[in-house]
């Protein structure tokens, strides 16, 4: 399938990547699905952190509210190697358009929440080795749902920091946690794993990867597509004009779908708004249409 040329156009607007108080979001799952039809949007899709508990959750409202709710789930997987391209962390989107994920595909989702619950405790006793004395009552989730952004905003609570941005630079980068990194799958596997359970795969986010240039980031990309990635997260939040267009022109010179979303993390994210990112994202209801037909014919059904 040939994916020729992606604009955004007047149709009815959508927001495929948001997150719930089930990963790193301030909003429930059903206070999201109530924000998204205040703000007028066709569809959403949740995709927590390696878990598909708040689409579950919000499916029933949905439902009710006449909101097209998408299930997904955004995956945490290990890059490794590229030339010139450290090991690290590589967010994939999965969507799950023709099919719910089967019981196997959740059951494997518990391991990789069990990976973050392990670097959790440990990175717990790190801050408090560093006299960042932390307890466990401070944070709103158990260790197995924690993301760093929850450390954060607790540092800069209890004043130990000015900001969550100091957090995550003094305590909480990838640089900081060299010796705290979870035992993740490789982005390989994971994509593996999405396209076996039946879901679409898309790159996150990509502007965040160490790329040194476009001839890398063509190459790695095409390395990934030639393993099943199937999508680049073209319109989020984080990618101003310029990387709009270069991913926009990277999706079609490999033949890929094209997908964005806010990265709607409510007050953890304050500046980024539903819908809207930081006022610089709309994203049309075209895009979903292309990425359904795309499930249809290029993904088919497992059952």
Known sequence: MCIREYRQDSSPMIDLHTHTTCSDGTSSPEALVHEACSSGLRAIAITDHDTLEGFDAARPLARQQGLELICGLELSTRLDGGPGCR???????GYFLNQMPPPDFREWLKTISATRHERNLKLMAHLNAKGLALEWDDLPLPPHALGRVHFARVLAAKGHVPDQGRAFALHLSDEALARIQRKLPTLAEGVERISRAGGLTSLAHPV????????????IV???ADGGLQAVEVYHSDHNGEDTDRFLKLAN???LLVTGGSDYHGENKPNVFLGKGRGNLSVAYTVLEKMKRFACVGNPPLH
């Open 87 to 93: 090991r690290t962390t590589a967010h994939v989107l």
């Open 222 to 224: 095409q390395e990934m």
């Open 253 to 255: 010179e490999l033949s």
């Open 208 to 219: 965040r990867l160490p790329f040194r240039g476009p001839r890398e980031l063509h190459s």
